[in-house]
């Protein structure tokens, strides 16, 4: 059943399975962080009805959300009351929360994109140390060249 599933997954998602190949739990770590960035996004953005609903003197704003109501609901047990000041100030923490996940994700997709690279690049020189000799001489120059230099940056 597991390698079944492991061949499903390297059939229908190569690139997927190539990056992870070389960059392990640091893939699944950009996702979780992307799916933060997301998820905080939503939440600040989801505050807007409450924000309305205050500038307009209503007072139910959680009947109007839906499923999200938990959010009032949340801010409301925590003995506030939705006023524009304190929607304001919910909505700037979920978006300051969402500015520093997003750095976050940023500087980690830089850190790991140098790590991919000089890991490629590693694994280039490693293949050529191991190239015979009389196959290297007959290769074209300029694209071993083009291959280790540009061709891994893309």
């Not at 996004?41 to 924000?51: N, Q, R, V």
């Not at 959010?71 to 524009?84: D, M, N, P, Y």
């Not at 490629?120 to 280790?148: E, H, P, V, W």
Request: aromatic share 14%; charged share 15%.
């Amino acid at each position: 059943m597991k390698q079944s599933i492991k061949s499903l997954l390297k059939k229908n998602f190569q690139s997927l399975a190539f990056f992870y190949r070389y960059l392990r739990y640091r893939l699944v770590l950009i996702f979780i962080v992307s799916i933060l960035v997301g998820l905080l996004d939503g939440l600040g953005l989801t505050m807007f009805i409450p924000l309305l609903e205050s500038v307009s003197e209503g007072n139910n704003a959680s009947a109007n959300m839906g499923n999200l109501s938990f959010i009032v609901e949340g801010i409301q047990s925590f003995g506030l009351t939705l006023t524009l000041t304190v929607v304001l100030l919910v909505m700037m923490f979920f978006f300051t929360l969402k500015g520093i996940a997003k750095f976050i994700e940023s500087y980690l997709s830089t850190i790991y994109q140098h790590f991919f690279i000089k890991k490629i690049r590693l694994n280039n020189i490693d293949a050529i140390a191991n190239y015979k000799y009389q196959s290297f001489i007959y290769a074209d120059a300029g694209r071993i060249q083009n291959t280790l230099s540009v061709e891994v940056e893309r």
